[in-house]
């Protein structure tokens, strides 16, 4: 059973930075590819980036592209999302999700973490 869990969100100032984790237990890490997603108040959940299970892939959703990096480090079963030049509209839960294969489609991903918030607010 794929285990995930986020951390690093929190209040910033717009602007700023933040890098988000995604750590995973209970399987072999290094066989998932890992996504990100967010969803703010009152809106759908949307992705934003994905990286494969290899990491010589990556892809990052439109509403955040050039601001942001997603890496994994296979040793720490833990993927990151580096997140710069962050914007009040970037407010939003951001969670991770797991999958076999490097998909932008929420609804093919079975594995998620609980969501970390993440606040960009002067």
């Known amino acids: 059973q794929v285990h995930l869990v986020e951390s690093g969100g929190g209040l910033v100032q717009p602007g700023g930075s933040l890098r988000l984790s995604c750590t995973c237990s209970?399987?072999?890490?290094?066989?998932?590819?890992i996504a990100w997603f967010r969803q703010a108040p009152g809106k759908e959940r949307e992705f934003v980036a994905a990286i494969s299970w290899s990491g010589a892939g990556t892809s990052y959703g439109g509403s955040m592209r050039g601001r942001l990096i997603i890496s994994r480090d296979d040793a720490k079963a833990t993927a990151y999302l580096q997140m710069n030049s962050l914007k009040p509209e970037d407010t939003a839960v951001y969670y991770c999700?797991?999958?076999?294969?490097?998909?932008?489609?929420?609804?093919?991903?079975?594995?998620w973490g609980q969501g970390t918030q993440v606040t960009v607010s002067s």
């Open positions: 209970g399987v072999t890490f290094s066989d998932y590819a």
């Open positions: 999700a797991a999958h076999r294969v490097m998909l932008d489609d929420q609804r093919k991903y079975r594995y």
